[in-house]
């Protein structure tokens, strides 16, 4: 009678542990989407770069006297962020590099490049 005690036990604790393990079936939720717009009003054309810790990834190009809307890709950001951007001109040396700003999933960030 006492195996059957213990067979009973075990077979109840491994229920209540499957119990446990089921997944929701829920989806995920969907990313948002994440754009940085750049407003170069530079006489210049430039190559836009996101800047995540020491990774350099490259985002688009921007033309002079233009606006462009890129998509920062989700790979990119863990919840709040700090990236910095880099414009890389290809006519002149000039390769800015903002100050850390922290993104959020959903957010448009606004770049605006002033003349030279």
Known sequence: ?????????????SLSSAAGCVRNS?????????FLR?????????TVYVWQNSARLR???????????MRIPSS???????LRFQLDFLAGPRTPLTEQI???????????????
């Open 1 to 13: 009678m006492r195996t059957i005690r213990t067979a009973a036990l075990v077979a109840a604790l």
């Open 26 to 34: 829920k989806p995920a939720p969907e990313e948002l989407p994440t």
């Open 38 to 46: 750049v407003e170069n009003q530079a006489l210049s054309d430039a």
């Open 59 to 69: 985002l688009g190009r921007v033309s002079s006297l233009s606006t462009a809307t």
């Open 76 to 82: 990119q950001l863990f919840g709040p962020t700090p």
């Open 102 to 116: 922290t993104v959020i999933p959903g957010d448009t960030v606004v770049l605006q490049v002033p003349p030279q």
